[in-house]
């Protein structure tokens, strides 16, 4: 059981995800608007938000901004369901902080198991505690710190991005397919999700990458997916 905290000011929405996510043996609390969102996650402390990007009193893009400015909310995921299903929208909601992004109207069934993925892995990231390190280059990847380096200075990822580049560094040489990154990371295999992987790389490409327009790590395979080059 997790509790899990919806952020919807649609109350047939509100009472269809509670209906069913009760059913699946969660607690479920519910904010109407981006205010009261804020205050029930800091009382309530969920271990997933489900977040609308279409609120009163304060959007989910701040809402977003808020909790990754917050040490008490800042590892709680978020799972953005939104009516905006443009490319920009996704890219602006995962940069800040976001983990995941569902488009409304949405099937039950992916909701579901997306949350089975989220909460799994916030499960896993709790229990992680063997330390290991990942050099390739420049590059050096902390797994129990969720911490990367280069050229011995820190560099600010957001926990998807972590992951990605942990699987693209543990897999160095190796061509790999998005629908495989995204099994392994996101940890589902819906076929029409694979953008996702692509904007994280995007992402990488700009803080690892001295040049991101001429990545040194992060090469693309056209038609394929990505390889992390071994040298």
């Known amino acids: 059981m997790a509790k899990i905290l919806i952020v919807d000011d649609d109350e047939n929405i509100q009472e269809l ?3 069913n996510l009760e059913k699946e043996g969660h607690y479920i609390r519910i904010a109407g608007d981006g205010r009261q969102a804020l205050e029930m996650a800091r009382e309530f402390y969920p271990d997933l938000v489900l977040l609308d990007m279409m609120l009163p009193y304060m959007d989910g893009l701040e809402v ?9 909310l800042k590892d709680i ?5 939104s009516a905006k299903g443009e490319e ?23 909701l579901q198991a997306r949350i089975k993925v989220r909460l799994r892995n916030k499960k896993n ?8 390190v990942i050099k390739v280059g420049e590059l050096e990847l902390r797994v129990g710190e969720y911490e990367v380096l280069k050229k011995g200075q820190r560099l600010e990822l957001s926990p998807k991005e972590f992951e990605l580049l ?14 495989f990154l995204l099994k392994e990371v996101w940890g589902y295999d819906f076929l029409d999700q694979t953008r996702t992987v692509d904007v994280h790389v995007r ?3 700009c803080k690892l990458e001295d040049n991101p327009d001429d990545p040194v790590y992060i090469e693309t395979v ?8 071994s040298s």
């Open 125 to 132: 990231e709790a229990v992680e505690t063997e330390p290991k």
């Open 203 to 205: 992402f990488l490409r």
């Open 222 to 229: 056209r038609g394929v997916g990505y390889r992390f080059r």
């Open 77 to 81: 995921p978020i799972l953005i369901l």
């Open 166 to 179: 942990q699987v693209l560094m543990s897999h160095k040489g190796k061509v790999l397919k998005r629908e």
């Open 17 to 19: 995800l509670k209906y």
């Open 64 to 72: 977003c901004r808020q909790m990754q400015g917050d040490k008490a």
């Open 88 to 110: 920009l929208d996704k890219v602006v909601a995962l940069e800040l902080g976001a983990e995941d992004y569902l488009t409304k109207p949405f099937s039950l069934r992916e």
